[in-house]
């Protein structure tokens, strides 16, 4: 299987990040908006911007399989987001997307492709969490059929601040009563909300 074989939607093409998206790419990272609810902070510089390239993209193109996607419109083939699936055990799904794209189902089509391309794959499921101050990005996660399981407490980091996630499952292989813990295990606050 291909690492990061290129998906077409009907207004999106997935494709690898490359060398020459550094500047597309710090337009997605710089914005302090985009970034609130991210696992990092803005990038200040193309220099920084680079260096996230390498450690994100650059140097996940040489595993055998990745998902680690440019979302660009089909007009002009320009990254304005990303989305990925990670590899490691708990599979998680992320996406970010530039501001002025919000609103548009943008992430929701990309991630649906995705998902069918993973599936494809063999993945037995896939995990996402979402801070629960951020609830539109659960509505992402419940359009590409992820369903709601628990809520977790973390010290988050870098920006060490306390946050409560929000874990979403989709389970890909039939085993519909698979939930993933580890969240939950290593989490000492833990619960479920009712009405999610």
């Given at each position: 299987r291909m690492n990061?074989?290129?998906l077409e939607t009907d207004r999106l093409i997935l494709r690898r990040f490359s060398e020459e998206d550094i500047n597309a790419l710090f337009l997605i990272l710089k914005n302090e908006e985009v970034n609130t609810f991210l696992p990092w902070y803005p990038v200040k510089s193309i220099d920084e911007t680079r260096k996230f390239y390498k450690e994100r993209y650059a140097d996940k193109y040489q595993q055998p399989q990745a998902y680690a996607y440019a979302i660009c419109l089909k007009s002009d083939n320009f990254p304005i987001g990303y989305i990925k699936v990670d590899m490691e055990e708990h599979h998680d799904f992320g996406y970010g997307l530039r501001k002025e794209f919000w609103?548009?189902?943008i992430v929701s089509e990309a991630g649906k492709a995705v998902v069918a391309q993973v599936k494809r794959d063999g993945l037995p499921y896939i995990t996402a969490t979402h801070d629960r101050?951020?609830?539109?990005?659960?509505n992402v996660m419940r359009n590409v059929g992820m369903k709601y399981q628990y809520s977790f407490e973390e010290q988050w980091q870098p920006k060490n601040i306390?946050?409560?996630?929000?874990?979403?499952?989709?389970?890909l292989d039939g085993q519909e009563d698979r939930i993933y813990k580890k969240y939950w295990d290593t989490s000492a606050v833990h619960f479920v909300e009712p009405n999610l």
């Open positions: 990061t074989p290129t609103h548009q189902g101050n951020n609830p539109r990005s659960g306390v946050v409560i996630f929000r874990m979403y499952q989709l389970n």
